[in-house]
T-cell receptor, first 118, second 114 residues
Framework: AQKVTQAQTEISVVEKEDVTLDCVYE???????LFWYKQPPSGELVFLIR??????QNEISGRYSWNFQKSTSSFNFTITASQVVDSAVYFC???????????????FGKGTLLTVNP | DARVTQTPRHKVTEMGQEVTMRCQPI?????VFWYRQTMMQGLELLAY????????DSGMPKDRFSAEMPDATLATLKIQPSEPRDSAVYFC????????????FGEGSRLTVL
């Protein structure tokens, strides 16, 4: 069975601080996909990134960066120079691979509530 | 700007009543999901359609829940009879099997069963 653990339930930082959200996963599949989604106060989930299990290269997108470590089954998310608008619940998710792509059957972690204070 | 549209956004009903939630996936998307979000359980997959065919509804209480896609532009989730423990936010999401792996979520339907 697949499992995603986000040990940090809540994190509070002051604007401009860097913050890392942890994600640890469990799966028996050799091919799988990892995701991060953001849920702002408005409620809808917004896709941030997808990573497949064969690509351990770290990724940077603006102030966001992701560190995938297959050896420790972790897929951590770092926000550099956090801003108030980053305040949201962040979900890490895992899906098995299907015919060369994700089948989208996502197993979500419980989420981390990030509050960025001015 | 293409979006997944869900109705109603909010619903308050009494125990025993039938509830129907509707979802309009993004035009051209061939996968549709229903997820339920509660404080205790987090996000749980209820049902999953590909090309309108139900592929997986193992997360759904079969005795009271049903999910259908009458056509490519409409997915429905019905609860009959509703119970207080069904109170949650229900999300619909759509995507493309051949896409980049991004699922587009609607804003959710917040259900309260009294």
């Amino acid at each position: 069975a697949q499992k995603v653990t986000q040990a940090q339930t809540e994190i509070s930082v002051v604007e401009k601080e860097d913050v890392t959200l942890d994600c640890v996963y469990e799966t028996r599949d050799t091919t799988y996909y990892l995701f991060w989604y953001k849920q702002p106060p408005s409620g809808e989930l917004v896709f941030l990134i997808r990573r497949n299990s064969f690509d351990e290269q770290n990724e940077i997108s603006g102030r966001y960066s992701w560190n995938f470590q297959k050896s420790t089954s972790s897929f951590n998310f770092t926000i550099t120079a956090s801003q108030v608008v980053d305040s949201a619940v962040y979900f890490c998710a895992l899906s098995e691979a299907w015919s060369g792509g994700s089948n989208y059957k996502l197993t979500f972690g419980k989420g981390t509530l990030l509050t960025v204070n001015p | 700007d293409a979006r997944v549209t869900q109705t109603p956004r909010h619903k308050v009903t009494e125990m025993g009543q039938e509830v129907t939630m509707r979802c309009q996936p993004i035009l051209g998307h061939n996968t549709v999901f229903w997820y339920r979000q509660t404080m205790m359980q987090g996000l749980e997959l209820l049902a999953y359609f590909r090309n309108r065919a139900p592929l997986d509804d193992s997360g759904m209480p079969k005795d009271r829940f049903s999910a259908e896609m009458p056509d490519a532009t409409l997915a429905t989730l019905k609860i009959q009879p509703s119970e207080p423990r069904d109170s949650a936010v229900y999300f619909c999401a759509s995507g493309l099997v051949s896409g980049a792996g991004e699922l587009f979520f609607g804003e959710g339907s917040r259900l309260t069963v009294l």
